[in-house]
């Protein structure tokens, strides 16, 4: 057995965020499909992902037979110096024509979107994130008065994250620091949103070649 010393880059900052909107069923339910456009946004401040589990322990001739903690979903609590008003109210499922919004009652159904983002670390690699099936659980709408001093005045999402294929998989991430993908450009992860090992790993082949 032999030992491997690795020394890990730090983070350094959290890059833009992206979204894409799902083409839903007429009953409201997930596709694969996606809308052709991805919006991008150089807005996030902070960003925290944190795993929801459904742990349990099978007892067997009184101990533990099995046990387990599979992640079923993921909570992302997004903070933003700004955020556009109208995406917002779309993840809302608000009814929008133009600059006229309704929003808020029992018929709107929240849409499923692509949420995106591009973690940058000191080394200057990059951790690439999509989760294809995700819903906007909850927003803030917070403003104060302007005052003398300046203070950030930002705007927080709450995402869910689900899974999205038959393995209940939540997201799909590239890492420039692997041998192979060390030339994928965000340009390239974030032209669409990634579903597949297989097209995830196009994208190594393509930047190599």
């Not at 499909?33 to 996030?44: H, L, N, R």
């Not at 459904?54 to 997004?78: F, H, L, N, Q, R």
């Not at 192979?180 to 097209?199: M, Q, R, S």
Request: glycine share 6%; proline share 3%; net charge negative.
């Amino acid at each position: 057995m032999t030992t491997t010393f690795k020394h890990p880059a730090t983070v350094e900052t959290v890059g833009n965020q992206f979204i894409c909107f799902d083409t839903m069923d007429t009953d409201g339910s997930w596709t694969s499909t996606f809308a052709t456009d991805v919006s991008e946004y150089p807005t996030v401040t902070e960003i925290e992902v944190a795993d929801n589990t459904d742990s349990y322990d099978s007892y067997a001739s009184g101990k533990i037979y099995e046990s387990d903690a599979p992640v079923t979903s993921k909570t992302i609590t997004v903070t933003n110096i700004a955020f556009d008003s109208i995406t917002i109210e779309k993840m809302k499922g608000a009814d929008i024509d133009g600059g006229v919004v309704l929003s808020g009652g029992t018929k709107n159904t929240r849409p499923y979107f692509a949420y995106g983002v591009d973690v940058i670390n000191k080394d200057k690699t990059h951790e690439y994130r999509w989760y294809p099936k995700c819903k906007l659980t909850d927003n803030d709408d917070k403003t104060s008065t302007s005052a003398d001093k300046h203070s950030d005045q930002t705007k927080q999402l709450t995402i869910t994250a689900y899974g999205f294929d038959d393995d209940g998989h939540i997201d799909c991430k590239v890492f420039t620091s692997e041998k192979g993908y060390e030339n994928v450009k965000a340009a390239d992860f974030f032209t669409k949103p990634i579903l597949t090992l297989a097209d995830a790993k196009k994208l190594g082949t393509a930047a190599g070649a």
